[in-house]
């Protein structure tokens, strides 16, 4: 929670619109009811593990059957895992290693949001 309230915070500093969820479960009905609205995000940033929730790994594939489109960054402090280091076989766009400074976090985003490939 506390990750996610900075990171909320930074990228609305940044110029962001945020929205924000506990967990993949969450995630995948804040993306489908933005989609709705007929304001769909520019991007998402899930983390990889959520500790008694839904995951980035599991939530990317649900994303990405709403959306084939879905531009997903992964983010994660454990950086052995092989959904880090192959990300794009797992559905997502873009990988955030944590820690993570704010620059880094507005490179990832900016390379996500501006590439051909989702």
């Known amino acids: 929670a506390i990750i996610r309230e900075s990171t909320a915070a930074i990228l609305k500093r940044l110029g962001y619109t945020v929205t924000q969820a506990a967990d993949g479960a969450e995630g995948i009905e804040r993306y489908r009811e933005a989609q709705q609205q007929n304001l769909p995000f520019d991007a998402v940033i899930m983390d990889l593990?959520?500790?008694?929730?839904?995951?980035?790994?599991?939530?990317?594939?649900?994303?990405?059957?709403?959306?084939?489109?879905?531009?997903?960054?992964?983010?994660?402090?454990?950086?052995?895992?092989?959904?880090?280091?192959?990300?794009?076989?797992?559905?997502?766009?873009?990988?955030?290693?944590?820690?993570?400074?704010?620059?880094?976090?507005?490179?990832?985003?900016?390379?996500v949001i501006s590439s051909d490939e989702a």
């Open 49 to 111: 593990t959520i500790p008694g929730g839904m995951g980035g790994e599991r939530a990317v594939r649900e994303v990405k059957r709403l959306d084939p489109d879905a531009r997903v960054i992964v983010s994660s402090g454990y950086s052995q895992d092989p959904v880090m280091s192959r990300f794009r076989e797992y559905g997502f766009s873009g990988v955030l290693p944590k820690p993570y400074k704010i620059v880094e976090l507005q490179e990832v985003l900016h390379q």
